[in-house]
């Protein structure tokens, strides 16, 4: 990609449009992270796109001086697909939300994660339809009363995070709109990574979900009730560092530092490129919402492997040094049928 001659600051990045999200929604926190940390990446602005499909988050590329698109309802990452392969040279971030990446758009994420093309996916997760007034989305916890479901959902969340390990994705990561010194790193480190990076936001919906996770925002319960990912640094937490979580087997077990029994290097140690206790980390959820571990935040994972743009592009490259045939010889194939 195309470093720079010039220095950019955050304003360079922020457009002319006015912005349409509503007064207090978590969205104006992650346009101004974004904006603060492209300068820090030496790509040229003619060089990043920002591709969305339909919903609140998917007004982004408007507010970004920066290539962008506006899509259709869950259709960027086959967008996103095309330019990349068109264009690997540039910079490409994917920007959705729960319903449009998780409901209509799910199948084209799922296969987007798989095959590990280098771009970037923002899903900024409100745990609820925005945009269309209310209405429950794929990540609501059971028993929200929605315009859609008066008396309470009865169909159960994804659990997103293990969702997208599952499908095969190298990078990743959850972060918050209310932390912004820590969104500011997992973007860094997601437009690091070379390959498909995920990184999940909890972004709050101040006019239709209101609070969903103050528990993990709020000043006198963020520290009991969330956990930090730091590779290679123990599992501690709790406002003071007194609580730990100690792995019996594949089994985590909440601990107490304060009695003695427990020391830091007693506890399960984060390792970002281990697979099978990122899954462990993922399932730190509860549909309900009423859960006993703290929701971990960081990068859960991460692993170096062939990145389909490039492949893609090799696989041309070799077919180009056969011998080329007729269109005729190609149209026919190997196998024909006199009638």
Not at 142 to 167: E, H
Not at 185 to 204: D, W
Request: overall charge neutral; aromatic content about 10%; proline content about 5%.
């Amino acid at each position: 990609m195309s470093t720079l001659e010039k220095i950019y600051i955050p304003k360079d990045f922020a457009s002319d449009q006015q912005i349409k999200w509503c007064p207090g929604c978590g969205d104006y926190s992650i346009l101004k992270q974004m904006q603060a940390i492209l300068p820090e990446t030496g790509l040229l602005k003619e060089k990043i796109v920002f591709i969305s499909g339909i919903g609140c988050s998917s007004r982004f590329p408007y507010y970004m001086e920066t290539f962008g698109l506006h899509g259709i309802h869950g259709r960027a990452p086959a967008i996103a697909t095309g330019v990349k392969l068109a264009r690997p040279d540039l910079s490409v971030w994917i920007i959705t939300g729960d319903g449009d990446g998780l409901s209509i758009g799910g199948n084209h994420t799922i296969h987007l994660l798989r095959r590990n093309l280098d771009v970037n996916v923002l899903l900024f997760n409100n745990e609820i339809y925005g945009l269309t007034k209310g209405q429950y989305s794929p990540t609501s916890n059971l028993g929200l009363r929605t315009k859609s479901s008066p008396t309470g959902t009865i169909d159960r969340p994804f659990n997103l995070l293990s969702l997208v390990l599952g499908a095969g994705a190298g990078f990743v990561a959850r972060a918050m709109d209310r932390d912004p010194k820590h969104l500011r790193e997992m973007l860094l480190r997601a437009q690091q990574y070379k390959g498909t990076s995920f990184l999940e936001i909890y972004q709050n919906c101040n006019i239709f979900n209101d609070g969903a996770f103050e528990v993990f925002t709020e000043k006198d319960s963020k520290a009991d009730h969330t956990l930090f990912l730091e590779h290679q640094v123990p599992l501690i937490f709790g406002s003071q560092k007194q609580r730990g979580i100690y792995l019996d087997g594949l089994h985590p077990r909440l601990v107490s530092l304060k009695d003695g029994y427990y020391h830091s290097s007693d506890l399960w140690i984060h390792d970002e490129t281990d697979q099978v206790k990122a899954d462990l980390l993922t399932r730190f959820f509860d549909a309900s919402g009423q859960e006993e571990f703290p929701r971990p935040f960081g990068v859960f994972y991460r692993e170096e492997r062939p990145v389909y743009d490039v492949l893609f592009h090799d696989q041309i490259t070799e077919a180009q040094k056969n011998k080329p045939i007729s269109l005729d010889a190609l149209i026919s194939g190997a196998n024909t049928w006199k009638i």
